[in-house]
């Protein structure tokens, strides 16, 4: 063969080798990608199989923000639980990883810890199971050793990789520039870092040397008002609502819990029966907010779907044109995951709707950040002025008490006084306050007692409190007498003194001692009796749990046209001084961090702040436990206390003559 034919050996084959290949590379959504090649195992998914996304329409949008020809380049998804948050991060990751391949990736939690675990639980199974172990690998091809897979690092073939990392490490994270950040469950994560300053931020600043291309998903469930991180995002973005049509008028709107049509004059929202007190599941259904229509669990799926009109509506202007946010409450759960009566079942345990309160206060913060999506207000903020002065009541002043009026609006007379003592060192601080069966209270009495020094056992200030506990005796406005059935006496100053004072008495005088919260470990207790080195009975009062009771008491606001007044409400005389409501205010909730960092809230007086009246508010509800603790276990021999039965028991007229 000559040398020219040699030169050309091949070159057909060549030419049409190369002809065949494709003018340009195929590009796929992030759905699309999905769709085809992504398993869903039954380990990690209540949905399990080939991934579907008309399962849950309202993420397609979400994901969508993912393919790299999207102009959005951050996405914020405030949400509740049970909405397949997992499966869509999951999914962004799986597109990047084994279709762009190229992108370096940061998947961040609150610990390196719950990094690790969704590595090896979550994302490695899920690249097992959609078939793609092959495509995971080192970048040092030299070396046998290397898969290019730990839970601590994935690398695949095209030159990408994945590092998980806990919040709590940024500056371990400070070697990587990143394409794709995925933050998961901010709320969770601690709230600064000390000198380092807020974790989300200084994980979005991973993303700056690509800052023009970079994507980033921020999702959690939201969980306080005022320190949500995913709150303080979903607001920097454009805040879209997922709207859909109702079946019969064809209204666009949200999911939405309750609310009322003024025009129409009919309520709206998520509706149900209860038969003999038990929700009735079969009942549960959503109306609509034009025509008042009921939808149920089975038009969950025509209600979600796009090609029946749902759609994402954004509702403000985001601070950046390419910054996307997004809520989705858990009452967009697809069908086969949580259903409309487990949301209203969770509702239910925290509020009745009889009594319309508050059940149980952590209940119903569970109840609005995994169901409704919201951060929850802490109960406690700061106590106005203006809301305590609403409390007095124009029908009595200091030293009455307004039966005709409880009798209306509170439930009931009045059914015994309790009268609360809080010592220092030149005074007495003395408070009665009488409890309703609602129970409402009423602040009867108020007094300063005031000596150069209480802590004298002489002093004329226990002689006037003696007197008072013994002889004095108030005359109801309906002829009713009453005397003082319990006193709590704060022994947190003049400890000896106090002890021996309420030793004279048989029963019915006490001293306590106040806690901000439980010791680690131990038990939650609202008050506990305990003994002193001399046998002197006393109280432990768990004074937070009483201050998160008292204060959105008194921010309450109440008219006699809104009808019978909430449990717990506080009424005070007409002629209370201004100085003294305002001990009432000086207290505020606020958020403190650890040394980990970690958001915690404690009550706070500033400085030297007057507060007497307030202690002794919170002095009083402890002090209707402790009555109706005693009376449950003394009188019907329960170890808890059943109120039906001691409202019963007191409405007789026991401590009233």
Same mark, same amino acid.
């Given at each position: 063969?000559?040398?020219?034919?040699?030169?050309?050996?091949?070159?057909?084959?060549?030419?049409?080798?190369?002809?065949?290949?494709?003018?340009?590379?195929?590009?796929?959504?992030?759905?699309?990608?999905?769709?085809?090649?992504?398993?869903?195992?039954?380990?990690?998914?209540?949905?399990?199989?080939?991934?579907?996304?008309?399962?849950?329409?309202?993420?397609?949008?979400?994901?969508?923000?993912?393919?790299?020809?999207?102009?959005?380049?951050?996405?914020?998804?405030?949400?509740?639980?049970?909405?397949?948050?997992?499966?869509?991060?999951?999914?962004?990751?799986?597109?990047?990883?084994?279709?762009?391949?190229?992108?370096?990736?940061?998947?961040?939690?609150?610990?390196?810890?719950?990094?690790?675990?969704?590595?090896?639980?979550?994302?490695?199974?899920?690249i097992q199971q959609s078939g793609f172990a092959d495509r995971v690998r080192s970048s040092d091809a030299g070396s046998s050793?290397?898969?290019?897979?730990?839970?601590?690092?994935?690398?695949?073939?095209?030159?990408?990789?994945?590092?998980?990392?806990?919040?709590?490490?940024?500056?371990?994270?400070?070697?990587?520039?990143?394409?794709?950040?995925?933050?998961?469950?901010?709320?969770?994560?601690?709230?600064?870092?000390?000198?380092?300053?807020?974790?989300?931020?200084?994980?979005?600043?991973?993303?700056?040397?690509?800052?023009?291309?970079?994507?980033?998903?921020?999702?959690?469930?939201?969980?306080?008002?005022?320190?949500?991180?995913?709150?303080?995002?979903?607001?920097?973005?454009?805040?879209?609502?997922?709207?859909?049509?109702?079946?019969?008028?064809?209204?666009?709107?949200?999911?939405?819990?309750?609310?009322?049509?003024?025009?129409?004059?009919?309520?709206?929202?998520?509706?149900?029966?209860?038969?003999?007190?038990?929700?009735?599941?079969?009942?549960?259904?959503?109306?609509?907010?034009?025509?008042?229509?009921?939808?149920?669990?089975?038009?969950?799926?025509?209600?979600?779907?796009?090609?029946?009109?749902?759609?994402?509506?954004?509702?403000?202007?985001?601070?950046?044109?390419?910054?996307?946010?997004?809520?989705?409450?858990?009452?967009?759960?697809?069908?086969?995951?949580?259903?409309?009566?487990?949301?209203?079942?969770?509702?239910?345990?925290?509020?009745?709707?009889?009594?319309?309160?508050?059940?149980?206060?952590?209940?119903?913060?569970?109840?609005?950040?995994?169901?409704?999506?919201?951060?929850?207000?802490?109960?406690?903020?700061?106590?106005?002025?203006?809301?305590?002065?609403?409390?007095?009541?124009?029908?009595?002043?200091?030293?009455?008490?307004?039966?005709? !009026? @409880?009798?209306?609006?509170?439930?009931?007379?009045?059914?015994?006084?309790?009268? #609360? &003592? *809080?010592?220092? %060192?030149?005074? +007495?601080?003395?408070?009665?306050?009488?409890?309703?069966?609602?129970?409402?209270?009423?602040?009867?009495?108020?007094?300063?007692?005031?000596?150069?020094?209480?802590?004298?056992?002489?002093?004329?200030?226990?002689?006037?409190?003696?007197?008072?506990?013994?002889?004095?005796?108030?005359?109801?406005?309906?002829?009713?007498?009453?005397?003082?059935?319990?006193?709590?006496?704060?022994?947190?100053?003049?400890?000896?003194?106090?002890?021996?004072?309420?030793?004279?008495?048989?029963?019915?005088?006490?001293?306590?001692?106040?806690?901000?919260?439980?010791?680690?470990?131990?038990?939650?207790?609202? !008050? @506990?009796?305990?003994?002193?080195?001399?046998?002197?009975?006393?109280?432990?009062? #768990? &004074? *937070?749990?009483? %201050?998160?009771? +008292?204060?959105?008491?008194?921010?309450?606001?109440?008219?006699?046209?809104?009808?019978?007044?909430?449990?717990?409400?506080?009424?005070?005389?007409?002629?209370?001084?201004?100085?003294?409501?305002?001990?009432?205010?000086?207290?505020?909730?606020?958020?403190?961090?650890?040394?980990?960092?970690?958001?915690?809230?404690?009550?706070?007086?500033?400085?030297?702040?007057?507060?007497?009246?307030?202690?002794?508010?919170?002095?009083?509800?402890?002090?209707?436990?402790?009555?109706?603790?005693?009376?449950?276990?003394?009188?019907?021999?329960?170890?808890?206390?059943?109120?039906?039965?001691?409202?019963?028991?007191?409405?007789?007229?026991?401590?009233?003559?």
């Amino acid at each position: 063969m000559k040398l020219a034919d040699q030169k050309t050996v091949g070159l057909d084959w060549l030419i049409e080798q190369i002809g065949a290949l494709p003018v340009e590379l195929l590009h796929e959504t992030p759905r699309r990608f999905n769709e085809m090649f992504r398993y869903l195992p039954e380990s990690v998914s209540p949905l399990p199989g080939p991934m579907r996304f008309d399962v849950n329409p309202p993420m397609i949008e979400i994901l969508e923000c993912f393919d790299p020809k999207s102009p959005v380049r951050e996405v914020n998804l405030k949400k509740g639980v049970q909405v397949t948050y997992t499966t869509l991060l999951e999914s962004v990751l799986f597109y990047y990883a084994f279709h762009i391949r190229t992108v370096p990736i940061m998947f961040t939690t609150a610990d390196k810890e719950l990094s690790n675990a969704r590595v090896e639980n979550n994302i490695i199974p899920m690249i097992q199971q959609s078939g793609f172990a092959d495509r995971v690998r080192s970048s040092d091809a030299g070396s046998s050793r290397k898969r290019g897979l730990t839970k601590h690092h994935i690398q695949w073939e095209g030159g990408g990789f994945l590092v998980p990392f806990g919040a709590q490490s940024p500056r371990k994270a400070r070697q990587f520039s990143i394409i794709l950040m995925l933050m998961d469950e901010i709320d969770a994560w601690p709230f600064n870092l000390g000198a380092d300053g807020d974790p989300v931020k200084l994980f979005t600043d991973r993303c700056a040397s690509y800052w023009l291309v970079r994507k980033i998903l921020r999702g959690s469930t939201p969980l306080i008002k005022g320190a949500s991180a995913i709150q303080k995002q979903y607001l920097r973005g454009d805040q879209r609502e997922y709207l859909v049509l109702c079946r019969k008028c064809n209204f666009a709107q949200p999911l939405r819990w309750h609310g009322t049509n003024d025009d129409k004059k009919f309520d709206y929202g998520f509706k149900w029966d209860l038969d003999d007190g038990q929700l009735v599941v079969d009942s549960v259904r959503w109306h609509c907010r034009e025509c008042g229509h009921a939808h149920y669990e089975h038009d969950k799926q025509k209600l979600f779907s796009p090609a029946e009109g749902a759609h994402w509506h954004p509702t403000a202007r985001p601070v950046e044109w390419d910054i996307r946010s997004y809520h989705l409450p858990a009452l967009y759960s697809p069908v086969g995951m949580q259903p409309w009566y487990k949301c209203v079942a969770a509702y239910l345990d925290a509020w009745d709707p009889v009594e319309r309160r508050v059940r149980d206060v952590m209940a119903f913060q569970v109840f609005y950040n995994n169901i409704l999506g919201e951060p929850f207000e802490i109960i406690g903020n700061k106590v106005h002025f203006a809301m305590v002065s609403g409390h007095r009541r124009p029908e009595y002043r200091l030293g009455q008490i307004p039966n005709y !009026f @409880a009798q209306e609006y509170s439930g009931s007379e009045i059914l015994f006084l309790t009268c #609360l &003592v *809080d010592v220092h %060192k030149e005074f +007495l601080a003395v408070a009665v306050v009488g409890w309703t069966r609602t129970p409402c209270m009423y602040l009867i009495d108020y007094w300063y007692w005031r000596d150069a020094d209480c802590e004298a056992a002489d002093s004329p200030v226990w002689g006037k409190l003696r007197e008072l506990l013994e002889t004095k005796e108030w005359v109801a406005d309906d002829g009713k007498k009453y005397k003082i059935v319990l006193t709590l006496i704060d022994a947190g100053f003049a400890n000896d003194l106090v002890c021996t004072f309420c030793s004279e008495y048989e029963a019915g005088v006490y001293p306590t001692l106040g806690r901000d919260r439980p010791a680690k470990n131990q038990k939650i207790l609202e !008050f @506990a009796p305990f003994k002193t080195a001399a046998g002197y009975t006393g109280y432990r009062i #768990l &004074v *937070d749990h009483y %201050k998160d009771r +008292l204060a959105p008491v008194l921010r309450r606001d109440w008219q006699r046209i809104s009808g019978p007044q909430y449990p717990h409400h506080f009424n005070a005389p007409i002629d209370v001084p201004d100085k003294s409501l305002k001990e009432l205010t000086k207290e505020t909730r606020r958020e403190v961090l650890d040394k980990k960092g970690q958001r915690t809230y404690q009550w706070y007086r500033p400085g030297n702040a007057r507060n007497e009246l307030w202690d002794l508010l919170v002095m009083a509800n402890a002090a209707l436990d402790i009555i109706a603790w005693d009376i449950c276990r003394l009188q019907f021999d329960r170890e808890t206390v059943a109120w039906d039965e001691f409202w019963e028991y007191v409405g007789s007229g026991i401590f009233f003559s």
